[in-house]
């Protein structure tokens, strides 16, 4: 049983496109996040939800519109996608929302713009 | 500050040999210092954390040291194996209590020759 898992593994789309990428936990965690790894292996978040409620947004474009149903899902849609939109984002999730826990990641999306 | 510098970048071993990758961070307030190993195209994987309260942990080949004074942790591996090549993250906590991220290191990538 996979603890994170997100969905689709690939997604390739061209510039201008709008597109989602789903997140799931089964692990009974509070916090879920979303990160970004771009082509040099830079890991950022992105947003950080607890509960539902939205904790940390890090300045990222409006284009980007996290949403969380419950505390199993945190869903990441992208309007309006750009080439340096083009990078493998992670979800994860940990027990509490202060980040002494650890966090355990899904298997990431890469999203790749033509 | 929400800085955390890594190195070295990259880092040759033998097998056998043992490896040592430094980080150093910024915010004095940080108290949580994970390090994710992540291999090529999977998830980072946590491998080993530590909490301000200790100085050191280990846990078999993998041990982790953190000099707060100095703002400074490292990870040991001892006994390389080719199967310990990846890239290798260090993280720290920062911000405030229930607001708390992981700001992460750019990485060091391991290869352990046979």
């Known amino acids: 049983d996979t603890a994170v898992s997100q969905t689709p593994k690939y997604l390739v789309t061209q510039m201008g496109n709008d597109k989602s990428i789903k997140c799931e936990q089964n692990?009974?965690?509070?916090?879920m996040y979303w990160y970004k790894q771009d082509s040099k292996k830079f890991l950022k978040i992105m947003f950080s939800?607890?509960?539902?409620?939205?904790?940390i947004n890090e300045t990222v474009p409006n284009r980007f519109s996290p949403k969380s149903p419950d505390k199993a899902h945190l869903n990441l849609h992208i309007n309006s996608l750009e080439l340096g939109d083009s990078a493998v984002y992670f979800c994860a999730s940990s027990q509490h929302r202060d980040s002494n826990q650890p966090q355990h990641f899904g298997d990431g999306t890469r999203l790749s713009i033509l | 500050g929400e800085n955390v510098e890594q190195h070295p970048s990259t880092l040759s071993v033998q097998e056998g040999d043992s490896a040592v990758i430094k980080c150093t961070y910024s915010d004095s307030a940080s108290n949580y210092f994970p390090w994710y190993k992540q291999e090529l195209g999977k998830r980072p994987q946590l491998i080993i954390d530590i909490r301000s309260n200790v100085g050191e942990k280990k846990d078999q080949r993998i041990a982790v040291t953190l000099n707060k004074t100095a703002k400074h942790f490292s990870l040991h591996i001892t006994e390389t194996q080719p199967e310990d090549s990846a890239v290798y993250f260090c993280a720290a906590s920062i911000g405030n209590t229930g607001f708390q991220k992981l700001v992460f290191g750019t990485g060091t990538r391991l290869l352990v020759s046979p």
């Open positions: 939800y607890n509960n539902k409620e939205l904790i």
């Open positions: 692990l009974g965690h509070d916090t």
